[in-house]
């Protein structure tokens, strides 16, 4: 999932924030939702793959789907549907059964669009329309306790995380991921990340493999434009000069090319291949590295360019030594 249900709400906050009236209208959120980003991507391109790849069909928020359609006055008609519900919930207490599983639908849609969904909607409905008629009178006070009790205090938990997720910086919402040989994370190697260096467990190996996932081929965004990428990858490698341990005394560092598609749309992972490998000795301070003149499969694709990072410890009587991992810096677009 990455960190697409932040995304997700950043998107439906812009689009109420520039629509708070009457909404963008029906069928109009996957078009306001990537128009909002725009501007986002076009000085942050880092942020284009993973907001690409997030869902913008709806809002997955009932309540604020309807708002960012509606504006203002379908989250009166929406409140003023549950507030119904609500009072046939008190006319008719003896049904309790069933009205827990309508409240269910509304208490679901904080975390997805359900009203949206017909193998919802239609039971919704089904269920609603058996509810016995009955006109009771109830006091306009147990009306309200309950209103604010069973809807609006809900709600405004579910807003107020929602409000409190959008506050997150974007660039704290990227990583460059770091795994290992089969694909898994690897958590030593990602502390190395813009952070430290780190103490590999014990082990007679003299060398340490990871995968850093690194930046697109293209500049591109929401609106389809795109551009070849012709800057530079860049990273770096510090190896302090007091230390407790021993680094490596050289890295091998693949250039790796891997697909960028949805993979939840395809319902298959990337490939990817090796384009080429080179062994650089390692020296006390600052180690930098650039690549240019990447020369991927289809020079029309958007591809990751990622790095297999292999550090190696030269000296045999290293082997029963404490090993040390040293700091990568990597910048978000993998440049100076």
Request: net charge neutral; proline share 4%.
């Amino acid at each position: 999932m990455e960190n697409q249900r932040v995304w997700i709400h950043k998107g439906t906050r812009n689009i109420i924030e520039t629509h708070p009236y009457f909404g963008v209208g029906a069928g109009n959120y996957k078009k306001e939702f990537e128009s909002s980003y725009l501007d986002l991507i076009e000085k942050k391109p880092y942020l284009y793959y993973e907001i690409s790849i997030t869902p913008k069909s709806h809002a997955h928020h009932d309540f604020l789907h309807f708002v960012s359609l509606g504006g203002v006055v379908a989250a009166v008609l929406f409140l003023f549907l549950w507030i119904q519900i609500l009072i046939s919930f008190l006319r008719n207490p003896k049904h309790f059964g069933q009205y827990l599983g309508v409240y269910s639908v509304f208490i679901a849609g904080f975390f997805q669009c359900y009203l949206l969904d017909d193998e919802v909607m239609l039971p919704f409905l089904g269920i609603l329309a058996l509810i016995p008629g009955n006109t009771t009178n109830i006091p306009f006070q147990t009306k309200l306790k309950h209103f604010v009790l069973f809807i609006l205090f809900p709600l405004l938990i579910s807003l107020s995380l929602i409000y409190l997720g959008t506050k997150t910086k974007e660039d704290e919402l990227f990583l460059h991921r770091t795994r290992d040989a089969n694909n898994f994370l690897s958590p030593i190697a990602q502390k190395t990340i813009g952070g430290n260096m780190q103490m590999l467990p014990h082990s007679e190996d003299n060398f340490f493999y990871f995968k850093l996932e690194g930046c697109l081929s293209h500049f591109a965004n929401l609106n389809g434009k795109k551009k070849k990428r012709d800057e530079p990858y860049s990273l770096q490698i510090d190896l302090p000069d007091h230390s407790e341990g021993i680094f490596p005394d050289e890295v091998k560092i693949e250039l790796r090319e891997r697909e960028s598609f949805d993979q939840d749309q395809k319902y298959k992972a990337h490939s990817e291949r090796v384009l080429s490998e080179k062994k650089f000795p390692l020296q006390k301070g600052e180690n930098k590295f650039e690549f240019s003149n990447i020369l991927f499969s289809n020079s029309e694709e958007i591809y990751f360019l990622d790095f297999g990072i292999e550090y190696i410890w030269k000296n045999e009587k290293e082997k029963l030594a404490q090993k040390l991992i040293p700091k990568i810096k990597i910048s978000e677009n993998c440049g100076e």
